[in-house]
């Protein structure tokens, strides 16, 4: 392989990472991130907050241990003839600066900041003249000492005048470095913190045994499930799992009955199929080995004849099992509903029986709506469900007489489609009967199926139609009272108000 060949290599391409919807999730580990998410975030606060709760309580007795001590030498401090003088002796500094961890600073200064005793490079506080008198007693502020940070008390001590003006003052302070401090609060922090890190384990192990015990209806219910037979659809028990997941089951048994139905569904039909089949099948047979054994032309012509005639019936009839099919199976949601002219829709379909009309000698008639009459349906079963109707009526009508298609509408909220005949109608007994599949009436000799007003109906309810069977009210012979077959269609708002407006209508 020479060095071009090897750079036309393509290089190799990662795969296109998945989509976040495509990824599977787990229920039990997002309930687990969603609690101890929180609580690890919260954690490191409350040991913040802990901290400066801790330093808080650290400084209170100290402070009071500093504000004794300002308050001592305050009362050390007086004025004589002018002067300010202290009684503050050996022994006593001695104590006030004996401390094992923390460095102690004093200081006593006069009125014209002239130095009187103690740390004279102690810091002073920055306070103008009304301050100073506006606030009486002890008083603490943050600052350093040679560069460590320390917590100093400080008081003014008003002195005696002898001329009675306004009396000077005298400035007392008393400073701690924070070692003491810093070890009580670290001291409170190990002793809230440390407990935590042998909770926090046995917190997450019970949040960890919750959950797995709270998600266990979850598990048993789908061993429940997964213990089923393939053939139990029977609806799932919603008192033997927990509120939370009733919806979640209820859903699943109304998925269970759809399934159900539309399996006893596919069972009927594909044994009323086999039992139809069956006939023609046989009768096809028969034909084909009788004219195997006819040596005459005319016999053998004679059982082609009746051949083919059982082939064509064959066919009418899968092609209806298949209409039927495709119309029980129809899903309103799924199905392309689309809004049309049912008028220009009848013509179109009559149009398409005119030639077998006159095969049959009858008079095939269509009456059009005086305005576009919109419905909203499937054009491809609707042409389904009217040639039936046509065929019925081609079928039943006898030669000679007629079959009008008519649409029309009443005055504001319905459509209707009927076929009306002239032929010997159907009793008042059987009309609840007749949309039955393979339902025939007895001492009926016309040629059929028993399939297509089955058909009829199934795509009628698809559409939300309603179908009717009256006498013909134009039937002129008693013994033809012939049948009016009616659908009525609702009419979708849009259709409503131009029948509102039209004046052709109301």
């Known amino acids: 392989m020479n060095p071009s060949q090897e750079a036309a290599e393509p290089e190799y391409q990662p795969p296109p990472p998945e989509a976040d919807e495509d990824i599977q999730h787990s229920l039990f580990g997002e309930i687990l991130d969603w609690m101890l998410a929180p609580l690890l975030l919260l954690w490191p606060m409350s040991i913040a907050i802990t901290y400066l709760v801790a330093k808080s309580i650290a400084n209170q007795p100290f402070d009071h241990a500093l504000e004794d001590s300002v308050t001592v030498l305050t009362q050390q401090v007086r004025s004589v003839d002018g002067k300010v003088i202290k009684s503050l ?35 002073q506080p920055v306070l103008d003249d009304e301050d100073k008198t506006s606030s009486g007693g002890v008083r603490f502020r943050n600052d350093s000492m040679h560069g460590t940070p320390v917590r100093i008390a400080f008081a003014y001590v008003q002195l005696e005048r002898s001329d009675g003006g306004t009396p000077p003052l005298a400035l007392v302070q008393v400073a701690e470095t924070l070692e003491k401090r810093a070890q009580l609060a670290n001291a409170i922090i190990k002793g809230v913190i440390l407990p935590q890190f042998i909770v926090l384990p046995v917190v997450l192990a019970l949040v960890w045994f919750a959950l797995a015990r709270g998600l266990s209806p979850l598990a048993q ?3 429940r499930i997964r213990a089923r037979s393939p053939e139990d659809l029977s609806p799932i028990a919603p008192r033997q799992v927990p509120e939370e997941i009733t919806p979640l089951v209820r859903s699943l048994n109304e998925m269970l009955s759809r399934l159900s139905l539309t399996i006893d569904m596919q069972k009927r039909f594909i044994a009323d199929a086999a039992h139809q089949m069956r006939t023609p099948l046989a009768g096809m047979r028969m034909q084909s080995e009788l004219a195997l054994r006819q040596t005459d032309k005319q016999e053998i012509h004679r059982s082609l004849e009746q051949l ?9 009839l899968v092609n209806q099992l298949l209409a039927l099919a495709r119309a029980e199976n129809q899903q309103p949601a799924g199905s392309a509903m689309v809004a049309l002219d049912l008028g220009d829709l009848a013509r179109t379909v009559v149009q398409d029986w005119v030639q077998a009309s006159f095969a049959h000698q009858i008079d095939l008639g269509f009456e ?23 065929d019925n009526a081609l079928r039943y009508t006898p030669s000679g007489g007629s079959v009008t298609v008519r649409v029309r509408s009443d005055e504001r909220e319905h459509g209707y489609l009927e076929v009306e005949d002239t032929g010997p109608g159907i009793a008042p007994a059987e009309r609840g009967r007749v949309f039955e599949r393979f339902y025939r009436i007895l001492g009926n000799t016309a040629e059929g199926s028993g399939l297509g007003l089955a058909i009829v ?28 077959f009616r659908l009525t269609f609702p009419l979708p708002p849009a259709a409503t108000q131009e029948d509102e407006e039209s004046p052709y209508y109301g």
């Open 89 to 123: 002796s050996g022994s006593a500094r001695d104590i006030l600066r004996a401390d094992d961890i923390d460095n102690v600073y004093f200081q006593i200064q006069g009125p014209r900041g002239d130095h009187i005793d103690g740390d004279r490079d102690l810091p």
């Open 221 to 223: 219910l789908q061993e």
């Open 308 to 316: 083919a005639k059982s082939s064509e019936a064959a066919t009418r």
């Open 368 to 390: 059009a709506p005086p305005q576009p009459l919109t419905i909203t349906g499937n054009p491809t079963m609707l042409r389904e469900l009217l040639s039936n109707l046509i």
């Open 457 to 484: 109906r199934e795509i009628a309810q698809q559409h939300g139609a309603e179908v009717d069977i009256f006498s013909n009210p134009r039937a002129t012979q008693p013994r033809l009272p012939g049948a009016l």
